[in-house]
């Protein structure tokens, strides 16, 4: 099953979806922004306002290069990333700023370099799963052969966006209360993802495939059977080899041709004067 190309239509509503959310998106930054600068932490507000300015900028960065590249196969990739890098944007502001389930003394430090790691923790898993849906989805989701192969990667999918929330979850909010339940539910939810991205790759190991053509080998010519063109005849042939006369010598006649007489040496045995 193969996805069809996208149809010009198709693509430019995507792409003026895209446009519009990241816009919108950098409106909402700007707003929450103005409104952590009134009524946040009052520590280090001008390194707060550069940092914000610096994610804006790198979110309007992301977004140019999602839509310079998103023109391939997968015709929701540009919003999806766009989304994904909404979602970040809102994280980053909320480490910036604080509150929320944030630390308190967000002027430490050992506290802006915690939130800064949580941060590239939580951009890492969720750009990785966003990577593993566009390749490993197209390859088993899209392209699969077999409805079993297509629903285990479909589920693992499903579950693989559901391991990596919870896994963001404590990193997003590292002040909530995160009982060990959770963390059992993460490591249990984790074991089902990997072991259901793993089934749809056996099953693709064990799909019969079509045998490959054999190559059709041409033999020479004369090459298979006797007399052909090209060939030199042997003695079981069927036909008269023809030895080169040597020079110097003439032709033989014809043994027994009309109007020739045939003379027969005597033998070498016979005494002579008698016949």
């Known amino acids: 099953m193969e996805q069809h190309p996208d149809t010009p239509s198709t693509a430019a509503r995507a792409r003026v979806w895209s446009l519009w959310l990241a816009i919108g998106v950098l409106v909402t930054a700007a707003v929450l922004g103005a409104v952590f600068i009134i009524v946040g932490d009052q520590a280090a507000v001008s390194g707060r306002a550069w940092l914000t300015l610096f994610l804006a900028a790198a979110f309007a960065g992301v977004v140019i290069l999602d839509a310079s590249v998103g023109t391939g196969p997968n015709r929701w990739y540009l919003p999806a990333s766009i989304s994904v890098n909404s979602l970040l944007l809102v994280v980053g502001l909320l480490k910036i700023w604080g509150g929320f389930f944030q630390p ?66 404590p990193a997003v909010l590292p002040e909530a209360y995160w009982p060990d339940l959770w963390w059992r539910y993460v490591g249990a939810s984790a074991l089902v993802t990997v072991v259901l991205l793993l089934v749809p790759v056996v099953l693709l190991a064990f799909e019969p495939r079509a045998p490959r053509p054999r190559p059709v080998v041409v033999p020479p010519p004369g090459y298979g059977y006797p007399g052909a063109p090209g060939q030199t005849p042997g003695p079981y042939s069927g036909v008269p080899v023809q030895f080169p006369e040597p020079a110097g010598y003439p032709a033989p006649a014809p043994v027994g041709g009309p109007g020739v007489e045939t003379v027969v040496p005597p033998h070498p045995d016979a005494s002579p004067g008698v016949r």
């Open 104 to 169: 308190d003394d967000t002027g430490a430090g050992r506290v802006w370099s915690a939130q800064f790691f949580l941060f590239v923790w939580v951009v890492i898993l969720l750009r990785v799963a966003l990577l593993i849906t566009q390749t490993y989805g197209r390859r088993f989701v899209v392209r699969a052969t077999k409805q079993l192969t297509n629903a285990f990667a479909a589920l693992a999918l499903v579950f693989l966006w559901g391991t990596t929330l919870v896994l963001s979850l």
